[in-house]
């Protein structure tokens, strides 16, 4: 397949009215279909059918994720373990703390555009590099590094919270969605960002 190329995707589990999280960054019933189906996902998640069908060749292939510092410390990174792909670039202007799981695949930069480029050369052809959504996925969006939009829509409506698209406060056009599939407690959507001629 030549046409494989790399794509870095901003992608997360986000409320119909554009919300990956409330103001304290607690996610409610937003992941409750990683455990409502008989699939396995992974060791953690169990989804219906159509959603791990969709699911697991996305996620194999991602081979780096980029995240926020924020995502990192409510995570304590994974435990030095990538949740998706074989490595990790977070934008921090703090480093790597001092001890912590110093053989993980972890890659400390200062700001967005050095993280795609980052984690563009750590994925290689052929894989995908992933960015969560957010204050730091919104930044690279309008810098316009993001080739596809990915969004998991859980039917709640927050009303408030962090946003899908972090701080973009300017219109961007997206193609009509080419991934539009139907799960248990979830819509699953991707598009392609419009390019400007």
Same mark, same amino acid.
Do not use: C
């Given at each position: 397949?030549?046409?494989?190329?790399?794509?870095?995707?901003? +992608?997360?589990?986000?409320?119909?009215?554009?919300?990956?999280?409330?103001?304290?960054?607690?996610?409610?019933?937003?992941?409750? !279909?990683?455990?409502?189906?008989?699939?396995?996902?992974?060791?953690?998640?169990?989804?219906?059918?159509?959603?791990?069908?969709?699911? $697991?060749?996305? *996620?194999?292939?991602?081979?780096?994720?980029?995240?926020?510092?924020?995502?990192?410390?409510?995570?304590?990174? !994974?435990?030095?373990?990538?949740?998706?792909?074989? +490595? *990790? #670039?977070?934008?921090?202007?703090?480093?790597?703390?001092?001890?912590?799981?110093?053989?993980?695949?972890?890659?400390?930069?200062?700001?967005?555009?050095?993280?795609?480029? $980052?984690?563009? /050369?750590?994925?290689?052809?052929?894989?995908?590099?992933?960015?969560?959504?957010?204050? @730091?996925?919104?930044?690279?969006?309008? *810098?316009? *590094?993001?080739? /596809? @939009?990915?969004?998991?829509?859980?039917? #709640?409506?927050?009303?408030?919270?962090?946003?899908?698209?972090?701080?973009?406060?300017?219109?961007?056009?997206? /193609?009509?969605?080419?991934?539009?599939?139907?799960?248990?407690? #979830?819509?699953?959507?991707?598009?392609?960002?419009?390019?400007?001629?």
């Amino acid at each position: 397949m030549g046409d494989v190329v790399t794509s870095v995707i901003m +992608h997360n589990v986000v409320s119909v009215d554009g919300f990956i999280a409330d103001a304290d960054d607690q996610v409610g019933p937003l992941f409750d !279909w990683y455990g409502n189906g008989d699939t396995p996902l992974n060791e953690y998640a169990r989804v219906s059918k159509v959603s791990a069908d969709y699911l $697991k060749p996305t *996620l194999a292939r991602i081979g780096t994720l980029v995240v926020g510092r924020h995502v990192f410390d409510m995570t304590n990174g !994974w435990e030095g373990t990538p949740p998706a792909g074989e +490595h *990790l #670039v977070v934008v921090s202007h703090r480093p790597r703390p001092e001890g912590w799981h110093p053989d993980a695949p972890f890659h400390f930069v200062d700001g967005v555009e050095e993280a795609v480029a $980052k984690a563009r /050369e750590l994925t290689g052809e052929d894989r995908d590099v992933g960015v969560a959504a957010g204050d @730091v996925g919104g930044q690279a969006f309008a *810098l316009g *590094l993001i080739d /596809e @939009v990915a969004m998991d829509v859980v039917p #709640v409506v927050f009303g408030s919270g962090k946003r899908y698209f972090g701080a973009v406060d300017a219109q961007h056009l997206l /193609e009509d969605p080419h991934t539009v599939i139907q799960g248990d407690r #979830v819509l699953h959507l991707r598009y392609r960002v419009r390019r400007q001629p």
